[in-house]
Structures are given as structure tokens and as C-alpha cells.
């Protein structure tokens, strides 16, 4: 299969592109495919991207609440000189309010969270008291207001809690509990169909022979999807042949979201698949210019089914690289996710970049004792080197254009 469109003919999709013409395509591309709304119940909501935002109908506190054990009392009984004793007129626990008002010179005892008794404006800790019967006397007095939550502190009515697109982690969920929600809208998850391809693949666990390698790239695929709430379902490795390729590209493109594909999409005599995704999809982008996992292809199925197609290359290292930068950011744009943090980091040791593609190299990333962050290169930045891959914990981002980076050098890093 010839590397291109014929010579003479300009590709009809993004060919050869640069990695930030790579985001933009697969941005549009996602924005097209927005997955619906669905109402969950909190325990099934987290993890999930919220859909709608979640505004305040309760104040936080509900209601005045003590922060401590220990007694309710109006702070102008502490204005005179020397130790106060009060008296004790009941208690308040955490739960129904009591029917009880204090009156001047009088206290309540309390315990943490339970309501504030009308008439009382300041909690003095059990410890700091000393306690006779019904006589209570203040051994440190607290400041006015002290060790009282008022309502409304935290948040308000009206006040926007989570917002669109945020990522239902464990305290947003609770936060959304708090308000008395028992369901979140959230954006659907995206089905995913993984497959390896390649003649030369054998399942861990059977016995090699001269020319295979076991399949790596499933586990390591089914992983980082994993790692994104998905739950990914694994085909059988695809032989180098067409015909048996659109069987099974057919069959999962009528079923998910995604198909997921590594291995077969360069420009090699068995590399079926961009000829075939050219003849019976829509080819919305095939090569960027990074490194590594240049062949990198996207497209819509069309005759194979309304999933898009992400076809990775077939390096393991090329696999991760263009998961976590492309993959990645194409099911973000489904969910409607609000864009990861960015993450920078020094540079322990200096770095010689001789191309001009972008690169993605592996590394170590640690924060100093001064809390500075730091990322040590790993020098072996073949494709294929997956010992470097297990070895590190970011991806190093090397910007376009071949150059020098110094020792200290600023650069991005993308944690796996």
C-alpha cells in the first residue's frame, strides 16, 4: 500500500500534520460526538463528568453549629473580671434541636455539630472548663464567636458548587450529598473496543516461537483505559487480513463508541488498515508530526459502523504516548471534560533534541525538599523500549523544533 494518496493528488484529510493541528482536529472531532446525559445515583455518579452544574439550594452550615465539645453561652457573661462560674441548664447533642433558650448567666452543654441554643453566641472547649454539678466554671475564656459555625459560612444559596465538566471526585460527590442530592446528571462514558493486530502477536503464557512476541500492547491499552473509569472489552488479536480486519472493525463499529486499534497503520505491505479506513470510512487525520507514534490515524467508520476509529501505532511506547495525548483527550472532548491541569517540572539533566517533531519522552518525576518539581530524562528513547516506559512515571513534553535543553530547563510533563 503506497505510503499517501497518489503523488499527484493532494490527501483529502489532514496528513503529516503538526501535533497542535493533531489537538485541534480531534477536539472538533469530539465535539461532534458528545455523548448524552444520564441521571445517576451518587454511588454510581463518581468518576463520572458532571453534565450539569450543581447550585446551592441549602446554606452550608444549614444552621449555627457548635465546632466542639463543650458549652454554649452567651459571651457577655465573660465581660466582668475573674473567673465566671454559669450555671448548667441542659444539654444539646448533635440531632433534633432542643426546645431551650439560655438566659444570662447560664450555659448549655454541647457537642460537636449540634445546634446553637437560642441566646447563646460562643462555645468555651470542655477543656478548658471545670465542672461542679450544675455549676460550670470558665478557666479560659473564649473569644466572642469563638468555636461557633455560622450557617451559610461555607457556602450560600445561589452559590454554584460544581461546575460542568468537572470530574466527580469522592468530595464533590459529597458535596453534592451534603445539599441533599440523591442523583447527578452526568455525561455518559464512552464504550470502548480494544484490538492488537499482527501476525506476529502471541497471547502471554503460550509458548513463543522464532518471529513472534507476546501481546503487550492489550494489557497495557485495557489498563490506561481502566485508569479513566472505562470498562473496555479486549477482541482477539486481528491476523495481518483485510478481509478478516472489516469483519471485525465492522462488528465493533456497529456495537461501541470507540475502536481502539494498535499495530498496522504505517506504510508497510500488512499495515491494512489506513487503506481500508480510506475506502470504507472517513479519515479525519493520519500522521502527526510527534515522536513517538507519528502514524497515528483517526477516523469515522461510515460503512463500518457510527464509532470513530483510533488506530495507534504499534510500538508499546508509541501506544502509551499516543493514548495519554491523543486518546486521551478525545474521550475528555466526548465527556465534555474540563482540560487536565498542565504540569511542569526542571529538567535534573541537560537534553539534546535533534528533530523537529514534537516528542513525548519517558522520565522521572520528583518534588525536591524545596518543593521544587524536578524530571529525570530516560536515555532510552526508542520506541520499543518499554523497560524505560515501566521505569519512569511522566511523559516528558519536548517542544517542536530541534534545540538544546539545559539542566533546569522548564518543560511539561504528563503523569501515567
Known amino acids: 500500500m503506497p505510503e499517501s494518496p497518489h503523488p499527484d493528488t493532494a490527501p483529502s484529510f489532514p496528513y503529516r500534520v503538526p501535533f497542535d493541528e493533531a489537538c485541534a482536529i480531534v477536539d472538533a472531532v469530539a465535539a461532534e460526538r458528545v455523548l448524552e446525559v444520564q441521571t445517576l445515583s451518587l454511588g454510581r455518579a463518581h468518576g463520572h463528568v458532571l453534565a450539569r452544574d450543581v447550585v446551592a439550594t441549602l446554606p452550608q452550615p444549614p444552621f449555627d453549629n457548635s465546632a466542639m465539645d463543650g458549652f454554649a453561652l452567651d459571651h457577655h457573661d465573660l465581660a466582668g473580671e475573674g473567673v465566671v462560674t454559669l450555671q448548667l441548664v441542659g444539654e444539646q447533642f448533635a440531632g433534633p434541636r432542643a426546645d431551650v433558650r439560655i438566659a444570662r448567666g447560664q450555659c448549655l452543654r454541647i457537642t460537636t455539630g449540634a445546634a446553637i441554643p437560642e441566646g447563646a453566641n460562643t462555645v468555651v472547649m470542655k477543656e478548658n472548663t471545670r465542672v461542679d454539678g450544675d455549676r460550670v466554671e470558665i478557666l479560659v475564656p473564649p473569644r466572642p464567636g469563638q468555636h461557633v459555625r455560622r450557617a451559610g459560612e461555607d457556602s450560600k444559596v445561589g452559590d454554584r458548587l460544581l461546575h460542568a465538566g468537572d470530574v466527580l471526585t469522592p468530595s464533590r460527590v459529597a458535596l453534592a450529598a451534603s445539599q441533599g442530592l440523591a442523583q447527578l446528571e452526568v455525561v455518559r462514558r464512552p464504550t470502548v473496543a480494544v484490538f492488537a493486530t499482527g501476525d506476529e502477536l502471541i497471547e502471554p503464557g503460550m509458548p513463543l516461537q522464532p518471529g513472534q512476541i507476546y501481546n503487550s500492547n492489550r494489557e497495557q491499552l485495557m489498563g490506561l483505559l481502566r485508569a479513566e473509569g472505562l470498562e473496555p472489552v479486549a477482541f482477539p488479536t486481528l491476523p495481518d487480513d483485510p478481509a478478516q480486519i472489516a469483519s471485525a472493525l465492522r462488528h465493533a463499529g456497529e456495537a461501541f463508541d470507540l475502536v481502539l486499534t494498535c499495530g498496522g497503520v504505517s506504510a508497510g505491505e500488512k499495515d491494512h488498515l489506513p487503506e481500508l479506513l480510506q475506502r470504507r470510512g472517513r479519515v479525519r487525520l493520519w500522521k502527526t508530526m510527534m515522536k513517538p507514534g507519528m502514524p497515528l490515524l483517526l477516523a469515522e467508520g461510515d460503512t ?113
Open 304 to 416: 463500518l459502523g457510527p464509532a470513530l476509529f483510533l488506530c495507534l501505532p504499534g510500538n508499546p511506547v508509541s501506544v502509551l504516548a499516543t493514548w495519554l495525548a491523543v486518546g486521551r483527550r478525545l474521550i475528555d472532548g466526548m465527556q465534555r471534560r474540563v482540560p487536565r491541569p498542565v504540569r511542569r517540572a526542571r529538567l535534573r539533566g541537560a537534553w539534546r533534541k535533534n528533530h523537529e517533531r514534537l516528542e513525548f519522552l519517558r522520565g522521572r518525576w520528583s518534588i525536591d525538599e524545596d518543593g521544587v518539581s524536578r524530571v529525570e530524562p530516560n536515555p532510552a528513547d526508542g520506541s520499543h523500549r518499554m523497560q524505560a516506559a515501566a521505569d519512569s512515571d511522566v511523559l516528558i513534553v519536548l517542544e517542536a523544533g530541534a534545540r538544546e535543553y539545559p539542566v533546569d530547563s522548564v518543560v511539561e510533563v504528563v503523569p501515567y
